[in-house]
C-alpha cells in the first residue's frame, strides 16, 4: 500500500496488549501499530491528536465499556473502523456491539486466522474511501494470503504462542479444497504479470462462483497456482462446490484444473495435515489434461497402494550400462519407448508415478554425470534435473519428453558439427525472445515450434552459438532480473519470483541459490 494505516488497540489487560502487537508484523503490510490503550477514556484523549484508522476494542474496560465507545467513535470519528474482541459470547454484548457500529464481534483468546481475516476486512472498508482502492484490496488480499500461508509452511511466525491459532469456525467437521490451476499463463498475462492483483482476483472469482462473500479462501503464496477454501460444508455440496469450481474455472484461466478435498474432520488448528492430505490425495490423478475432483476419503486406498515398480532393477542397470556406452539413440528407445515416457497418458500413469520416474531417471544419470563429467558440467545437468521436474506439474507429456531428451544430449555430449547459414539467425531471434519474454513459460520445445526447427537440433546449435543449453540460460536471465527486484525493497520475495516467471517459490529459492550461491532472503538482507 501507498498508504500507511495506523491500528490502535484498547485493552485493560496488558498482556492482552502487548500480544496483539506481536501477533502480527504490522510494519510488513504498513500498518502502524499505535502504542495500545488501557481504557475508553484513553483512547478519546488519544484519536483527538492521533490519527486512527482502525480500533480494535474489548467490551469489558473500566470507566467506558467497549460498547459505548464504539457508539462515541462512530458519532464523532465515523471514518474510523472498529471491531470488537470479548471474553464474552452473551448474545447482548455482541448484538450491542454491532449495532454500535462494529464490523466484527471475536471471542478471545483470538486466533491468528480470525485477526487477520478482521483486519482484511477493515482494509476493504477503508478502501472504498480512498482513491487507490485496488492498491488497498491487493494489499488486504496479501495480508490475508501470506498470514494464512505460514500456518501451512510453519514458518517462524511473530505471534505468542499462547495465542491459538483456532479459528471461530465451528471445528466438529471442516475440509480444505484445494484448488491447483496448472496453467497459470492466461491468468498471469491478464492481470499484467501483479500476483496479488492475480490473487484477489481469483479469491473474488472463487467466492463469487460460490455464492459466498465470506468464504475462507487464500492463495498459498509458496506455489502460486494453488487456492486453499476452508468450509464446513458436507460432503454433498463440497462436491457441487468442486463442479462449480471446474466449470467456471477451467475456462477462465484456460487451464487444466484439480480440485483435491481433505477429509471432514480438520480444524483449523491441524490446517498443514489437511492440506497435506489434499495434496497426498491430488498425487492420485492421472496425468492428462482433464480437469478432476478427488476426495480424501474416497481415494485413502488409492493413496496408500503400492506403487507399480515401473524401473525395476533390470531396467535400471540397462540404463547404467547405455550411459557408459554413450548409446544416446539406444537410451533413448529405452526410455521413451519401452519404459514409457513419451507415452504417459496411454500407459494409465498417474501424477505420483510420473513424479516417482523422472525423479528416478534424473537420479541415474546425475550419478552417472557426477563421476564422468567436470563439476561444472554437473552443475548444470542438476539444474536442468530441477527444470525436468517441475514440468512433471504441467501434465504435459510433450514437453516432459523435450526436457529429458534435452537433458540425455547434454550428458551423453553428442558432438554436433558447425552449424552455417539460417539456423544461427534463428538463434540470435532466439535469444531476443528470450531476453525480452523470461517471464512467459518458454520451452524448448514452445521455441523450436516458434522458429520452425527440430527441437534436439535447435538445442544442440543453441548450445554451440550461446555456450550454454536453452534452460540454463532461460534461468540465468530470469535469476538475473529476480536481483535487480530483490535490491527494491517494495518487491516482496515471492512477488519477485512471479516477476520473473516462476509461480513455485520453492523451485525459484533453489534455482536463485545454485546461480546466486545464496538465498533471495539472504541476498535481499544485503540491501537492507
Known amino acids: 500500500m501507498a498508504k500507511s494505516y495506523n491500528l490502535l488497540v484498547a485493552d485493560d489487560e496488558y498482556w492482552i496488549r502487548e500480544k496483539f502487537r506481536t501477533i502480527i508484523d504490522w510494519s510488513y503490510y504498513n500498518i502502524t501499530f499505535l502504542n495500545p490503550a488501557c481504557d475508553g477514556e484513553e483512547v478519546l484523549e488519544r484519536v483527538k491528536t492521533e490519527e486512527c484508522n482502525i480500533l480494535i476494542t474489548d467490551v469489558n474496560m473500566p470507566y467506558i465499556n467497549g460498547v459505548e465507545l464504539i457508539k462515541l467513535i462512530k458519532e464523532k470519528y465515523p471514518q474510523i473502523v472498529v471491531f470488537v474482541v470479548s471474553g464474552y459470547d452473551d448474545f447482548v454484548y455482541v448484538k450491542d456491539s454491532l449495532v454500535a457500529g462494529a464490523i466484527n464481534y471475536l471471542l478471545k483468546p483470538i486466533s491468528k486466522i480470525d485477526l487477520v481475516s478482521a483486519v482484511s476486512k477493515a482494509l476493504e472498508i477503508l478502501a472504498n474511501e480512498e482513491q487507490n482502492r485496488m492498491?488497498?484490496?491487493?494489499?488486504?488480499?496479501?495480508?490475508?494470503?501470506?498470514?494464512?500461508?505460514?500456518?501451512?509452511?510453519?514458518?517462524?511466525?511473530?505471534?505468542?504462542?499462547?495465542?491459538?491459532?483456532?479459528?471461530?469456525?465451528?471445528?466438529?467437521?471442516?475440509?480444505?479444497?484445494?484448488?491447483?490451476?496448472?496453467?497459470?499463463?492466461?491468468?498471469?498475462?491478464?492481470?499484467?504479470?501483479?500476483?496479488?492483483?492475480?490473487?484477489?482476483?481469483?479469491?473474488?472469482?472463487?467466492?463469487?462462483?460460490?455464492?459466498?462473500?465470506?468464504?475462507?479462501?487464500?492463495?498459498?503464496?509458496?506455489?502460486?497456482?494453488?487456492?486453499?477454501?476452508?468450509?464446513?460444508?458436507?460432503?454433498?455440496?463440497?462436491?457441487?462446490?468442486?463442479?462449480?469450481?471446474?466449470?467456471?474455472?477451467?475456462?477462465?484461466?484456460?487451464?487444466?484444473?484439480?480440485?483435491?478435498?481433505?477429509?471432514?474432520?480438520?480444524?483449523?488448528?491441524?490446517?498443514?495435515?489437511?492440506?497435506?492430505?489434499?495434496?497426498?490425495?491430488?498425487?492420485?490423478?492421472?496425468?492428462?489434461?482433464?480437469?478432476?475432483?478427488?476426495f480424501a476419503s474416497k481415494e485413502k486406498e488409492a493413496i496408500h497402494k503400492q506403487m507399480r515398480s515401473i524401473i525395476n532393477g533390470d531396467k535400471e542397470n540397462q540404463i547404467k550400462y547405455l550411459l557408459q556406452s554413450k548409446d544416446l539413440n539406444g537410451l533413448k528407445k529405452l526410455l521413451f519407448e519401452e519404459i514409457g515416457v513419451s507415452s504417459i497418458e496411454e500407459k494409465g500413469w498417474n501424477f505420483l508415478e510420473v513424479k516417482q520416474v523422472v525423479r528416478k531417471l534424473c537420479n541415474i544419470i546425475l550419478e552417472y554425470s557426477i563421476v564422468n563429467t567436470s563439476s561444472e558440467d554437473v552443475d548444470t545437468y542438476y539444474e536442468l534435473s530441477d527444470y525436468i521436474e517441475s514440468c512433471v506439474e504441467k501434465l504435459d507429456t510433450q514437453i516432459l519428453s523435450v526436457a529429458m531428451q534435452s537433458l540425455l544430449d547434454e550428458v551423453i555430449g553428442v558432438q554436433s558439427e558447425l552449424y552455417v547459414g539460417s539456423i544461427k539467425d534463428t538463434v540470435k531471434k532466439a535469444v531476443k525472445y528470450i531476453d525480452e519474454y523470461y517471464a512467459e513459460d518458454i520451452t524448448l520445445g514452445g521455441l523450436a515450434s516458434k522458429f520452425n526447427v527440430e527441437s534436439t537440433y535447435f538445442s544442440k546449435v543453441f548450445k554451440q552459438e550461446t555456450g550454454t543449453n536453452l534452460v540454463q540460460y532461460i534461468a540465468n536471465k530470469r535469476i538475473e532480473k529476480a536481483m535487480e527486484f530483490l535490491r527494491d525493497s517494495n518487491i516482496k520475495n515471492n512477488e519477485a519470483a512471479f516477476l520473473v516467471g516462476y509461480d513455485d517459490y520453492t523451485y525459484f529459492n533453489r534455482v536463485f541459490k545454485k546461480i546466486v550461491g545464496k538465498s533471495p532472503r539472504e541476498y535481499r538482507k544485503q540491501f537492507e
Open 135 to 294: 492498491q488497498i484490496l491487493k494489499a488486504s488480499s496479501a495480508l490475508k494470503d501470506r498470514e494464512l500461508s505460514a500456518l501451512i509452511k510453519k514458518e517462524p511466525v511473530m505471534f505468542a504462542p499462547s495465542i491459538i491459532t483456532s479459528s471461530s469456525v465451528e471445528t466438529s467437521g471442516c475440509s480444505i479444497m484445494l484448488v491447483k490451476i496448472h496453467q497459470l499463463h492466461d491468468l498471469i498475462e491478464e492481470n499484467f504479470n501483479d500476483i496479488n492483483l492475480l490473487s484477489y482476483k481469483v479469491k473474488s472469482y472463487l467466492s463469487e462462483i460460490l455464492k459466498d462473500e465470506n468464504l475462507l479462501v487464500f492463495n498459498y503464496i509458496y506455489r502460486h497456482n494453488e487456492f486453499i477454501i476452508v468450509s464446513e460444508a458436507g460432503i454433498d455440496d463440497l462436491r457441487r462446490m468442486a463442479a462449480c469450481i471446474i466449470s467456471n474455472l477451467e475456462q477462465k484461466a484456460n487451464s487444466t484444473i484439480t480440485v483435491a478435498v481433505s477429509e471432514h474432520s480438520y480444524s483449523i488448528d491441524t490446517l498443514k495435515d489437511a492440506y497435506l492430505q489434499a495434496v497426498s490425495v491430488m498425487m492420485t490423478r492421472g496425468f492428462n489434461k482433464e480437469s478432476c475432483i478427488l
